[in-house]
């Protein structure tokens, strides 16, 4: 038995061998043909991508050898922006000839001796009745905007540095005069007071208002101790005076004007910003070879202008089309001009270099900083508040048939209301209630800010306790002395958008939506001006007084930002905006070209914009020859580097992003093409025959909107 066992055992060992061999050659023959596998799989995968990579050649060998074909017929699509140019050119003019035969007896405010006389005349002027005074500031303001708008929108090569600083001095006096003649009629309402005493108080209260400004005068005719507060009435701004005052001969203005010359005059003329990139015409070089090297570099450089330069005039043309002579040195010539230009400007110093004066006022930094309103970051929104103290000037005496007055020299002067000397006891704070204009929009709560004369800044401190109910739109504070206020508001509230979408609705016509945060912008585009055609917050339609009006691209641009709705970045917006940052290269090209073919194309934000980093730019597409609505099953997503344009395979819904071609496309040098390869010839006609002023305003929306970088 035991024997047996043994041989058992023996045989189960050699079992045991044959197995593990039998076992070993199945793994190696396994390993054999997964290495055969993978080795085909592998050669297959060079193989796809080989084809892949011939098919990549050979599209871009055809775009190649298209380029030269497609840049020269975008060249000729592209005359129509230079036409353009022309265009507005002869408009500017002919304005200037038609205000000469006019002779409406207004003066021309770009004449230097016709607006000194305007003004020397009203100087001279002795009548100073409060209506007649605002309806000449009428005048005054509407001389004001066109100088404004000049600035704004004369190209550099039409404007010449002394024309520039000449108007801005014309504007700065003509704002100063301004003032002087409020202070006039405030005086004389004031030894008026008696004719407007209030039958319940004894005291004088008027008010009088036009659409730019707002008078609240309040005279203090029966000095009771137990005066507190007054509330204007029908505008509803109200004030407490203190003890001290309710006692003395004083008078108490609220100055409220629609408008805002206090600040800076930089802070009014800011063009769009310049991003530098070449014309099509440098572009039609490059493609032969030439000076291709230096004028990369300019493109890919951001404008890396010191802040002072926000207003400089030579930006003031938001086109990047300088007609033919454009070149490097034109572009740098400019630049030098620009230089010189911001040492003219009156800019207040915290604005010129932030480091620089970090540098210079350490010490004092930890204290003021805080307090100094930065204009790049805070915009005044809805007029500026002058709130005086008031000596009450002798009244107006009648003697049988005579008025008699009592003349000083010193003209309106100011009561002073907490000397250095005084204790803080006796002088509390002076309770201010301002009633916000139904013009404006407050998104966040208002910044309450005061003049600093002395400073030529606003700054926060000296104002506490501050109350904004945003239902009444009301506003209550105290100040320690009595000041020039007004409420700023985040300049970037309504950035970065949400989306955005620009469609055709008819020939040379097309709608442009932006989407921000806290409201829906939407602007008609129709021939040569824009509209605003409403601007909704919260399902409700507001600005109603701005809507429906057509007007110029920079024009719609001021009564936007004026109105607090900003959708315009400026120069430094960048460092307040977590922007989407693009080559200038890809972003203005991609305008130029939508705008050549938004007659017949929609376009809109895409999502996967972001994700095709900063070189390329990507948005969905669609032909829109109808007036309805655009399905998403219509658009289509395309990208763009400014140099070669493709259609992608994935939509707004894919899983992830892919640069991967559509079906059966190719590349081109050009959107334009691009589109013609699945557009209509409908839409293709429709393009061809688009109206240059049409496509003008289009791209200059584009370029203050922004869309590529601030979605």
Same mark, same amino acid.
């Given at each position: 038995?035991?024997?047996?066992?043994?041989?058992?055992?023996?045989?189960?060992?050699? +079992?045991?061998? &044959? *197995?593990? /061999? !039998?076992?070993? %050659?199945?793994?190696?023959? $396994?390993?054999? #043909? =997964?290495?055969? @596998?993978?080795?085909?799989? +592998?050669?297959? &995968? *060079?193989? /796809? !991508?080989?084809? %892949?990579?011939?098919?990549? $050649?050979?599209? #871009? =060998?055809?775009d @190649?050898?298209?380029r030269?074909?497609?840049?020269?017929?975008?060249?000729?699509?592209?005359?129509?922006?230079?036409?353009?140019?022309?265009?507005?050119?002869?408009?500017?003019?002919?304005?200037?000839?038609?205000?000469y035969?006019?002779?409406?007896?207004?003066?021309?405010p770009?004449?230097?001796?016709?607006?000194?006389?305007?003004?020397?005349?009203?100087?001279?002027?002795?009548?100073?009745n409060?209506?007649?005074?605002?309806?000449?500031?009428e005048?005054?303001?509407?001389?004001?905007?066109?100088?404004?708008?000049?600035?704004?929108?004369?190209?550099?090569?039409?404007?010449?540095?002394?024309?520039?600083?000449q108007?801005?001095?014309?504007?700065?006096?003509?704002?100063?005069?301004?003032?002087?003649?409020?202070?006039?009629?405030?005086?004389?309402?004031?030894?008026?007071a008696?004719?407007?005493?209030?039958?319940?108080?004894?005291?004088m209260?008027?008010?009088?208002?036009?659409?730019?400004?707002?008078?609240?005068?309040?005279?203090?005719?029966?000095?009771?101790?137990?005066f507190?507060?007054?509330?204007?009435?029908?505008?509803?701004?109200?004030?407490?005076?203190?003890?001290?005052?309710?006692?003395?001969?004083?008078?108490?203005?609220?100055?409220?004007?629609?408008?805002?010359h206090?600040?800076?005059l930089?802070?009014h003329?800011?063009?769009?910003?310049?991003?530098?990139?070449?014309?099509?015409?440098?572009?039609?070089?490059?493609?032969?070879?030439?000076?291709?090297?230096?004028?990369?570099?300019?493109?890919?450089?951001?404008?890396?202008?010191?802040?002072?330069?926000?207003?400089?005039?030579?930006?003031?043309?938001?086109?990047?089309?300088?007609?033919?002579?454009?070149?490097?040195?034109?572009?740098?010539?400019?630049?030098?001009?620009?230089?010189?230009?911001?040492e003219?400007?009156?800019?207040p110093?915290?604005v010129?270099?932030?480091?620089?004066?970090?540098?210079?006022?350490?010490?004092?930094e930890?204290?003021?900083?805080?307090?100094?309103?930065?204009?790049?970051?805070?915009?005044?929104?809805?007029?500026?508040?002058?709130?005086?103290?008031l000596?009450?000037?002798p009244?107006?005496?009648?003697i049988?048939?005579?008025?008699?007055?009592?003349?000083?020299?010193?003209?309106?002067?100011?009561?002073?209301?907490?000397?250095?000397?005084?204790?803080?006891?006796?002088?509390?704070?002076?309770?201010?209630?301002?009633?916000?204009?139904?013009?404006?929009?407050?998104?966040?709560?208002?910044?309450?800010?005061?003049?600093?004369?002395?400073?030529q800044?606003w700054?926060?401190?000296?104002?506490?306790?501050?109350?904004?109910?945003?239902?009444?739109?009301?506003?209550?504070f105290?100040?320690?002395?009595?000041?020039?206020?007004?409420?700023?508001?985040?300049?970037?509230?309504?950035?970065?958008?949400?989306?955005?979408?620009?469609?055709?609705?008819g020939?040379d016509?097309?709608?442009?939506?932006?989407?921000?945060?806290?409201?829906?912008?939407?602007?008609?585009?129709?021939?040569?001006?824009?509209?605003?055609?409403s601007?909704?917050?919260?399902?409700?339609?507001?600005?109603?007084?701005?809507?429906?009006?057509?007007?110029?691209?920079?024009?719609?641009?001021a009564?936007?930002?004026?109105?607090?709705?900003n959708?315009?970045?400026?120069?430094?917006s960048?460092?307040?905006?977590?922007v989407?940052?693009?080559?200038?290269?890809?972003?203005?090209?991609?305008?130029?070209?939508m705008?050549?073919?938004?007659?017949?194309?929609?376009?809109?934000?895409?999502?996967?914009?972001?994700?095709?980093?900063?070189?390329?730019?990507?948005?969905?597409?669609?032909?829109?020859?109808k007036?309805?609505?655009?399905?998403d099953?219509?658009?289509?997503?395309?990208?763009?580097?400014?140099?070669?344009?493709?259609?992608?395979?994935?939509?707004?819904?894919s899983?992830?992003?892919?640069?991967?071609?559509?079906?059966?496309s190719?590349?081109?040098?050009?959107?334009?093409?691009?589109?013609?390869?699945?557009?209509?010839?409908?839409?293709?006609d429709?393009?061809?025959?688009?109206?240059?002023?049409?496509?003008?305003?289009?791209?200059?929306?584009?370029?203050?909107?922004?869309?590529?970088?601030?979605?």
């Open positions: 038995a035991n024997i047996k066992s043994s041989g058992k055992k023996k045989v189960s060992k050699a +079992e045991q061998l &044959r *197995l593990q /061999k !039998e076992e070993e %050659e199945r793994r190696l023959k $396994e390993e054999e #043909e =997964a290495r055969l @596998q993978a080795q085909q799989e +592998e050669a297959a &995968r *060079l193989e /796809k !991508e080989r084809i %892949e990579q011939e098919q990549m $050649e050979n599209l #871009e =060998a055809k @190649q050898e298209r030269e074909s497609e840049l020269a017929e975008l060249h000729s699509l592209e005359q129509k922006f230079l036409s353009a140019q022309q265009w507005k050119m002869d408009y500017r003019a002919n304005a200037k000839w038609e205000h035969l006019s002779c409406d007896g207004s003066p021309d770009t004449v230097l001796q016709e607006i000194n006389t305007f003004m020397s005349l009203w100087r001279e002027d002795q009548n100073e409060i209506q007649l005074v605002m309806e000449k500031g005048q005054v303001l509407n001389l004001i905007e066109k100088l404004q708008l000049l600035l704004l929108d004369t190209p550099p090569n039409e404007i010449t540095e002394k024309e520039t600083v108007y801005q001095e014309s504007i700065l006096e003509l704002q100063s005069l301004l003032h002087q003649k409020y202070n006039g009629a405030t005086e004389h309402l004031l030894k008026t008696n004719m407007y005493e209030d039958s319940e108080t004894g005291n209260q008027a008010v009088i208002k036009d659409k730019n400004v707002t008078f609240c005068i309040w005279a203090n005719l029966k000095k009771k101790v137990r507190k507060h007054h509330v204007f009435c029908d505008v509803e701004h109200g004030f407490d005076l203190p003890k001290s005052l309710a006692v003395s001969n004083v008078a108490v203005r609220i100055l409220h004007t629609q408008y805002d206090v600040s800076p930089w802070l003329c800011q063009s769009v910003p310049k991003l530098e990139v070449l014309d099509s015409e440098e572009l039609t070089q490059h493609s032969k070879g030439n000076v291709e090297e230096p004028e990369e570099e300019k493109t890919a450089k951001e404008p890396s202008m010191p802040a002072e330069e926000v207003c400089s005039d030579e930006r003031k043309s938001a086109s990047s089309f300088k007609g033919n002579s454009s070149s490097i040195a034109d572009i740098n010539e400019a630049e030098e001009k620009n230089e010189k230009k911001s003219i400007l009156d800019i110093s915290q010129q270099d932030p480091l620089m004066q970090e540098k210079a006022n350490e010490k004092e930890a204290i003021t900083n805080d307090n100094v309103v930065h204009l790049q970051q805070f915009v005044p929104v809805g007029g500026v508040y002058h709130i005086d103290a000596q009450l000037p009244q107006v005496k009648q049988k048939d005579w008025n008699m007055v009592e003349l000083l020299d010193g003209g309106l002067e100011a009561y002073p209301y907490r000397p250095e000397e005084a204790e803080e006891a006796t002088h509390p704070p002076i309770h201010i209630t301002l009633r916000l204009s139904d013009h404006v929009m407050y998104f966040e709560d208002p910044v309450i800010a005061r003049w600093d004369p002395a400073g800044q700054r926060t401190d000296g104002i506490s306790n501050v109350t904004y109910k945003t239902q009444e739109k009301s506003i209550t105290e100040m320690d002395a009595f000041y020039t206020i007004a409420l700023l508001q985040d300049a970037h509230c309504n950035m970065p958008y949400r989306a955005w979408e620009l469609r055709p609705t020939i016509e097309a709608l442009l939506r932006v989407t921000t945060v806290f409201a829906t912008v939407q602007i008609q585009i129709k021939g040569n001006q824009c509209m605003l055609s601007v909704v917050v919260e399902e409700k339609d507001v600005l109603s007084h701005v809507t429906g009006k057509w007007t110029s691209p920079s024009d719609l641009r009564v936007l930002k004026k109105a607090g709705v959708i315009f970045p400026g120069e430094y960048h460092k307040y905006v977590s989407n940052k693009k080559a200038p290269l890809a972003e203005v090209r991609a305008y130029q070209q705008a050549l073919v938004a007659s017949a194309f929609a376009f809109a934000w895409s999502k996967w914009n972001v994700e095709a980093g900063q070189e390329k730019v990507v948005f969905k597409v669609s032909e829109h020859l007036a309805d609505a655009i399905e099953k219509d658009w289509s997503l395309y990208m763009f580097n400014g140099q070669k344009a493709q259609k992608l395979k994935i939509t707004e819904t899983e992830a992003f892919s640069e991967e071609l559509e079906e059966d190719e590349f081109h040098s050009t959107l334009y093409h691009m589109l013609k390869d699945f557009g209509s010839k409908e839409a293709i429709k393009v061809e025959g688009a109206s240059f002023l049409f496509i003008d305003v289009v791209y200059q929306l584009l370029l203050a909107t922004r869309v590529l970088t601030y979605s």
